[in-house]
């Protein structure tokens, strides 16, 4: 599975952006988002399953804030940021399952294909 995530940039605090990954090659099982600040430890944001479309929002600072979607026929997720802070400065990851388990986590370790990664900055 290739993935491309695209839609990060400068915003400021209180703003919104929308990140697109566009999934392209083979099918995938689950697809989610993920971010790193710099010096801290990659974190999961979202995560969601193809078969059912059940959508899990990880315990993560930015919970409440974002809203994860997915769109079938154009082999795309998103992911909406909302009342951006400061602290959500980081490089945002799409990733993508591309086996079947009955027991994905939304964890980093049970995604094995991963985008380059989109850089959301939040500053005034």
């Known amino acids: 599975v290739q993935l491309q995530a695209s839609g990060g940039g400068l915003v400021q605090p209180g703003g919104s952006l929308r990140l697109s990954c566009t999934a392209s090659g083979q099918d995938y099982y689950a697809i989610a988002w993920f971010r790193q600040a710099p010096g801290k430890k990659r974190e999961a944001i979202s995560c969601?399953?193809?078969?059912?479309?059940?959508?899990?929002y990880a315990n993560s600072a930015a919970k409440g804030r974002v809203t994860a979607s997915r769109d079938n026929a154009k082999n795309t997720a998103y992911l909406d940021l909302n009342s951006l802070k400061p602290e959500d400065t980081a490089v945002y990851y799409c990733?993508?399952?591309?086996?079947?388990?009955?027991?994905?986590?939304?964890?980093?370790?049970?995604?094995?294909?991963w985008g380059q990664g989109t850089l959301v900055t939040v500053s005034s």
């Open positions: 969601i399953t193809v078969r059912d479309e059940s959508i899990e």
């Open positions: 990733a993508a399952r591309s086996y079947f388990t009955l027991f994905g986590a939304c964890v980093a370790e049970s995604f094995d294909e």
